[in-house]
């Protein structure tokens, strides 16, 4: 299994940029594993931010990031990045990576398709 440790978050004013690396680690190469971005803010839902492809070739993202966000790999660091932009007081929310060990999936946006979790890490922007 992997192991998925996010950092980054923090307190950041409206406009700002924000960079949240997903390091892997475990007995196993992150490159077998399809990666997602979810968030979850208070009273709401986990939802979907975006995710990225094995090779990294493939990615997609929620309709609410697009054009903000960038989701990227580094298979040779077994890191996934979410690089986020123009950040909005609605982007306040817990941010999840998460490991899909589908064999036959190119990425997947839904939630319970994906095996692993890390433990969250805080996104908050002041408007």
């Known amino acids: 299994q992997v192991q998925l440790v996010e950092s980054g978050g923090g307190l950041v004013q409206s406009g700002a940029s924000l960079r949240l690396p997903c390091p892997a680690s475990?007995?196993?190469?992150?490159?077998?594993?399809?990666i997602g971005w979810f968030r979850q803010a208070p009273g709401k839902e986990r939802e979907f931010v975006a995710t990225?492809?094995?090779?990294?070739?493939?990615?997609s993202y929620a309709n609410s990031v697009q054009g903000r966000f960038t989701i990227s790999r580094d298979n040779a660091k077994n890191t996934v990045y979410l690089q986020m932009n123009s950040l909005k007081p609605e982007d306040t929310a817990v941010y999840y990576c998460?490991?899909?060990?589908?064999?036959?999936?190119?990425?997947?946006?839904?939630?319970?398709?994906?095996?692993?979790w890390g433990q969250g890490n805080q996104v908050t922007v002041s408007s």
């Open positions: 990225i492809s094995r090779g990294g070739g493939a990615t």
């Open positions: 998460a490991a899909d060990r589908s064999a036959t999936r190119v990425y997947s946006d839904l939630r319970n398709e994906y095996d692993y």
């Open positions: 475990g007995d196993t190469f992150s490159s077998w594993y399809i």
